[in-house]
């Protein structure tokens, strides 16, 4: 038997007197040693033992128990008396024969309005439930056992839906992978250093053609200048290069009785920037509304800045970004 006397740690509800608790082991221990030298009574043929005492002593040192390895005491104890009443019912004699498992499980089958024997044979495969439970008597069975139980009925309660129609499996179609042709693919343009040089000249041309175009025009309204009529997406570049006269100083905004009017300017000299001269500019966004609104509110028929001819792209198996 194995040595328990080894202190365990405080528990959830302190730890117990140690005088106290080697009292309690000594008891375990001796209540086992009992049970164990009963279960070899027992299986030696000998069925006049007091169950029901011994369990009682347990119960009692029970209810002193306070650490973990004090119930693990315990557990043997109970275990010990469970096996000595498994093999008592196994050797039990009614009218002078033994009691058998195969036995109940045939009586049972035959109440139940099934064969003795089919019962029996199919015993050692499974259980009762091996039976053809269709054709069993079930409410026989419970009649008998509601004459002998004073259960008191108690109201049931279903969980889950009434019923419940099982998932059907999607079956996903398969499709033959995508090859793509590597001939018709379009490949990015690789831009070289020609092409940079040519894009900033157009820029360059660009804002010189608009200042020409502010010279003549000057002073004029500044939405009247820029917005082209006919194209939303010529407006945004007039704008565009405009921000670049305003930033060298070539042009300016000022407010007039309401009206925002734009002009040419001479850029600050070095000496103008010493005094004290500043630039002040704004960031203006331009969107498909404020372009329809300006329109209308200030009667704009025809561009003041000439339309530029949009240069066609060819497909050529490329793609610009």
């Keep these: 038997m194995s040595d328990y006397d080894s202190d365990d740690a405080a ?34 043929g000998k069925t006049k033992i007091d169950l029901h005492s011994e369990l009682r002593q347990v ?4 209810l002193d128990v306070k650490a973990t390895q004090d119930a693990a005491l315990d557990s043997k104890a109970l275990l010990l008396i469970a096996e000595m009443s498994s093999y008592k019912v196994q ?14 499980v045939s009586k049972v089958a035959a109440r139940l309005g099934g064969s003795e024997q089919s019962a029996v044979r199919n015993h050692d495969d499974a259980s009762v439930h091996s039976l053809n439970s269709d054709n069993l008597k079930w409410d026989a069975l419970a009649e008998t056992i509601a004459r002998i139980s004073t259960r008191v009925c108690i109201p049931g309660f279903m969980y889950g839906a009434i019923a419940v ?15 793509k042709d590597g001939s018709k693919l379009r490949q990015p343009e690789q831009l070289a250093e020609e092409d ?15 200042y020409r175009c502010l010279e003549q025009v000057q002073p004029v309204n500044f939405f009247k200048f820029f917005i082209n009529p006919d194209s939303f997406s010529q407006s945004v570049e007039n704008l565009f290069y405009l921000s670049f006269l305003v930033h060298d100083g070539l042009a ?27 630039k002040l500019q704004h960031i203006l966004s331009l969107d498909m509304k404020t372009w329809k609104d300006a329109i209308e509110t200030f009667d704009i028929t025809k561009p003041i800045i000439p339309t530029r001819v949009s240069h066609s792209v060819k497909d050529n198996g490329k793609w610009y970004g």
């Design 252 to 278: 300016r905004l000022e407010d007039k009785n309401g009206k925002l009017l734009l002009s040419t300017e001479v850029p600050p000299t070095e000496s103008d920037l010493q005094r004290g001269v500043t």
């Design 91 to 104: 050797r039990l004699n009614f009218g002078g024969g033994s009691f058998t498992l195969e036995d109940f």
């Design 59 to 62: 119960n009692e040192l029970f």
């Design 165 to 179: 129609e099982p998932k059907q499996r999607e079956f996903k179609r398969r499709t033959a992978k995508l090859v």
């Design 11 to 44: 528990n959830i509800q302190g730890a117990p007197n140690t005088e106290k608790r080697r009292r309690l082991r000594a008891d375990y221990r001796s209540a086992i040693a009992q049970a164990e030298e009963n279960m070899q009574e027992v299986l030696n």
């Design 196 to 210: 940079i040089v040519q894009q900033e000249n157009e820029t360059s041309s660009n804002v010189q053609l608009i």
